[in-house]
């Protein structure tokens, strides 16, 4: 029942994770009735998408496209068999905090994504395992993980913040950098949002139609 479970959450997972032609990235995530689905669509100046599979510790499935020395590819989104998952937004870097050398280095940012979804299952588990580090070092980018409970965690080169609403809509800014989300001007958050303003579904037509509409 559990390889049942984690072949259907690897599916959806592929299903709703597209790759775009030179447009900004966008990610969402829909929790209902016990149920959570994320997606995202990502800029394609790499035209070579990949998903692969990993089995080192927790089983994990990850997309991404750029090469990350001769024979492997850098993660931009994974997810794990316990329906942990994360999805990566480029941004600029934010100036409000400053790095944290007193932490542990992020020696390759490839191994350090890999090692959280193959090693933790929450978003608590997360953000205790990276607030270990001096993640400044991931800059012009925005991290995205969420779990299956539906609780969601932003990462940010200089904070990091959590949350639990039933929806919750992120494009290529940082949150921490916004004091009116009412002023964003990104087409694709627009669009994310107002699709959910009135109606929320966690079905596979519904996530798609969502999708494309924050890809338009």
């Keep these: ?31 209902l009735d016990g149920k959570t689905m ?7 100046w790499l035209e070579a998408p990949m998903i692969w599979f990993e089995t080192n510790n927790y089983g994990a499935v990850f997309t991404g496209a750029r090469p990350d020395g001769k024979s492997r590819t850098a993660p931009q989104s994974g997810m794990n068999e316990f329906g942990l998952g994360f999805i990566t937004l480029a941004t600029a870097t934010p100036e409000n905090g400053a790095p944290s050398p007193a932490k542990k280095p992020i020696a390759n940012r490839t191994d350090f994504l890999k090692n959280i979804v193959h090693t933790c299952k929450t978003v608590d588990e997360v953000r205790a395992s990276i607030d270990q580090y001096d993640h400044s070092t991931l800059s012009e980018e925005v991290l995205l ?51 959910l303003k009135n109606k929320i579904d966690t079905s596979v037509s519904f996530c798609t139609s969502l999708s494309d509409t924050m890809h338009v």
């Design 38 to 44: 994320m997606g995202s669509n990502y800029d394609s």
């Design 1 to 31: 029942m559990i390889v049942k479970k984690t072949v259907a959450c690897f599916t959806f997972f592929i299903l709703l994770f597209n790759f775009e032609e030179g447009i900004p990235c966008s990610s969402y995530k829909i929790t």
């Design 145 to 195: 993980f969420v779990d299956k409970s539906g609780k969601y965690l932003v990462v940010e080169p200089y904070t990091m913040s959590t949350g639990n609403d039933s929806t919750y809509v992120l494009s290529n800014f940082c949150p921490s950098t916004i004091t009116d989300f009412s002023t964003i001007k990104q087409r694709r958050y627009i669009n994310g949002t107002a699709f």
